[in-house]
């Protein structure tokens, strides 16, 4: 059985964001490392979007950013002026070329693809076992979810679970059609009555954007429901008739206040499969990115990367359950709500509170922001839940 000091389950976005912060410091280059994926990286799966306030880790490789963004509904219209943020894309093909490129030189770095099949503990180590081989280290980062977090999250009480499901159309216009300076963060002027449905549109140049649509619901659509929608929004609301699609993406993330184990002994969960995806919102990007700069430093500080300070995230986790309430309870649609939160707050205020930096003082205005006569009664449910 070959031994390693850190095996890296699953090369996706978690996986390469640890890859990437252990290649930049010397306390690993001489620890051996192994990153295990069934399957190499050649297309681009995913189209990451986030926001920063400064240059972040992959900077070189961000493929687009914005400094303003509309946002739209039936109650509620504005544009936003971001700074001291940036709205940033980055491409997935464009990370992973990047690290597992990178991951070449050092020497230190093996690259395995084959099937994971299961990571367990022994007394001081794990183990990896793949469909061909197994493998041992003193840490598995493990980003590979085994179980069926969903039928899990079903059967215990209190837990809220949807699904954010979207598909995205990268189309080109015939004509200038975009101002690449301006995303359309959240677009609700779409039908609302399968689940809280809204598009985002992400210009990259004057005749290329990135539309997709997006719903928080229980259940998926059928496939050509996404079309549809896509093919409405785009010929009714932005009147482009003239395009070619150049590339399709679409994913489902979960929504949901069930806690993802963190891992156990000498297994550490990372990415969605370590709950690092935001419940309320399926933002995961950043969280992943401050996730593992904390266990890059708890590592190089010889403590247990499992037993990370974590002061405020019980707090967020509070007030996702309590938005969840009130969407899975159908108490206020989405779209009234998110129109409440963007009417009534600076635009800094909530990309903080989206980020779990805020402090208390500042989530009581979030929180009076939107209406009491729903949300009190969630929270006091949600507290007592608790
Ligand atoms: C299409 C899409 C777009 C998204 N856009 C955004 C966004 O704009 N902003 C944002 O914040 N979040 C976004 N997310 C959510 C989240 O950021 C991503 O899902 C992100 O990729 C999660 O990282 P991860 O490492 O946990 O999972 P992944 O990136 O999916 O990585 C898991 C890796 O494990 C490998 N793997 C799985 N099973 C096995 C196995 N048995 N053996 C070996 N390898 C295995 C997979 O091949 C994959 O490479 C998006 C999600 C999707 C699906």
Redesign the pocket.
């Known amino acids: 059985m070959k031994q390693y000091d850190y095996i890296i ?7 390469l964001s640890l890859l990437k912060q252990m290649m930049l410091h010397s306390f690993f280059r001489n620890k051996k490392i192994l990153l ?4 190499e ?1 050649k297309q681009n ?6 926001w920063e306030q400064h240059p972040g880790l992959f900077e070189d490789i961000v493929f687009h950013s914005w400094q303003q963004i509309d946002f739209y509904s039936d109650t509620f219209s504005a544009r936003f002026d971001l700074i001291p943020y940036q709205y940033k894309m980055i491409r997935g093909i464009d990370l992973y070329t990047k690290v597992l490129d990178e991951a070449m030189q050092p020497g230190n770095i093996e690259i395995v693809y ?4 299961a990571v367990e503990n022994k007394e001081s180590f794990a183990i990896v076992n793949t469909k061909q081989n197994t493998f041992s280290a003193h840490y598995v980062f493990n ?2 979810s085994f179980e069926g977090w969903k039928q899990k999250a079903m059967q215990q009480k209190n837990i809220h679970v949807l699904l954010q499901h979207f598909k995205g159309w990268l189309i080109e216009a015939n004509e200038k059609y975009f101002d690449d300076h301006i995303a359309t963060f959240m677009d609700f002027r779409v039908d609302q009555k399968n689940g809280t449905a809204f598009v985002y549109v992400l210009p990259v140049s004057h005749h290329q954007a990135l539309i997709e649509y997006t719903m928080f619901s229980e259940k998926v659509l059928e496939a050509n429901e996404y079309d549809k929608a896509l093919d409405d929004y785009i010929g009714n609301t932005l009147q482009i008739n003239n395009y070619s699609i150049s590339h399709i ?5 979960p929504m949901t206040n069930y806690a993802f184990s963190k891992g156990e002994g000498r297994i550490i969960n ?4 370590g709950g ?2 935001k419940g309320s919102t ?5 969280f ?1 990115q401050k996730h593992t700069a904390k266990l890059i430093d708890a590592l190089m500080k010889h403590s247990n990367p499992l037993h990370l300070q974590q002061f405020s995230v019980k707090r967020f986790h509070l007030y996702d359950s309590i938005l969840l309430n009130v969407l899975c309870n159908k108490k206020m649609n989405g779209d009234k709500l998110f129109a409440q939160l963007f009417r009534k707050n600076k635009i800094q205020a909530i990309l903080k509170f989206l980020d779990n930096e805020t402090n208390f003082s500042e989530e009581l205005k979030i929180m009076k922001s939107v209406s009491s006569s729903v949300f009190i009664p969630a929270a006091i449910r949600e507290m007592l839940a608790f």
């Open positions: 389950t699953g090369g996706g976005c978690a996986g295990i994926d069934k399957t990286k799966d995913k189209t990451w979007c986030f084959d099937e994971v099949v980003s590979i993406e679409s994913g489902i993330i990372i990415g969605t499969a690092q995806t399926g933002f995961t990007f950043q992943i």
